[in-house]
């Protein structure tokens, strides 16, 4: 028997599934200037009418760009929302995508690194945050026959949840859910698979705290407590759109040194910092790339 709360997420579900399939079938006939296009307008009018995501927005742009005027902010914001909405457009429609099309479009620097890692035979763990376009960088590693896993988080909504898990699946990216837990993360490494993490939502718990754009911040310590007791390489990645009139992107992946003899907690810390800062020097390079409207610091005073 069916509860009116259930049959209202069903119908809020259901309703959110069908626009989410009408802008698929829009994106995939359309050309990618168009895409691009319809991207730049949505991101306008999201930022135009969610006046109170946009505030927050520029809250958080103030937390790391204290010394930034509200005129850059602004800019910065608006620019964000636009990259935000095109990117989610190019995601859908990138099952399109051919091996030649993802390798033309997307430059990897570190290429080599990686491959040498990977003949050692454990496996290699990427870490890598909400900057740029993630999935296209995960997308170019599989194109090149890179045997990759990514590890998501389960969206709200079940039915688009599924249709993004397929999209990836198509890109021929494996994927490991969060309820999987580490044991799936682990065995991907056992099989000498990539497997690719975003190590930079706010954890709660299962966290440490470490320096991010300057702010002490709860970041997610799974990733370097996995590489330690894996015996895993480890690489940071960022996946960053070179063009706002074509689909290309440079995917730099940047080995970081493992600490072997320490104190785990301390190794842990360490690794967690190395990839942070890694990721922050990236933002200050490409700040509106960066998803700033997730709430990365909402456990900052806790």
């Known amino acids: 028997m069916f509860s009116i709360h259930d049959v209202k997420n069903y119908v809020k579900n259901t309703s959110e599934f069908l626009v989410f399939r009408i802008i698929g079938f829009f994106v995939r006939i359309l050309p990618v200037s168009g ?8 991101g306008y009018l999201c930022a135009l009418l969610f006046k109170f995501r946009k505030m927050e927005v520029e ?25 935000l909405a095109r990117e989610a457009l190019l995601f859908l429609r990138s099952p399109q995508l051919d091996e030649n099309c993802l390798r033309k479009n997307v430059v990897i620097e570190g290429l080599e690194v990686l ?40 969206q709200r909504n079940p039915f688009i949840d599924e249709c993004l898990l397929d999209l990836r699946r198509r890109m021929g990216i494996g994927v490991i859910t969060s309820k999987q837990g580490p044991y799936a993360v682990l065995k991907s490494l056992r099989n000498g698979r990539v497997t690719a993490w975003l190590g930079d939502q706010s954890p709660g718990k299962r966290s440490v705290v470490v320096d991010f754009l300057g702010v002490p911040s ?42 072997r003899k320490q104190n785990v907690a301390e190794a842990v810390e360490q690794l967690t910092q190395a990839h942070a800062k890694l990721l922050g020097l990236a933002i200050r390079r490409n700040p509106d790339q960066y998803l700033w409207h997730h709430r990365r610091w909402k456990n900052r005073d806790r």
């Open 59 to 83: 809250s958080h742009l103030t937390i790391a760009f204290p010394e930034k005027g509200s005129d850059w902010k602004n800019k910065i914001s608006l620019r964000s929302y636009k990259h």
């Open 35 to 42: 895409v691009l296009l319809l991207g730049n307008c949505i």
């Open 218 to 259: 709860n970041t997610p310590k799974g990733c370097a407590l996995l590489a330690l007791r894996s015996g895993a390489p480890l690489f940071f990645a960022s996946s960053i759109a070179i063009s706002n009139s074509e689909s290309r992107y440079r995917l730099e992946l940047q080995k970081i040194s493992v600490p």
């Open 115 to 154: 491959e040498e890692s990977m003949r050692q035979g454990s496996g290699v763990m990427i870490v890598s945050g909400h900057l740029g376009n993630w999935e296209m960088g995960v997308a170019a590693l599989a194109a090149r026959g890179i045997p990759v896993d990514v590890v998501v988080q389960s």
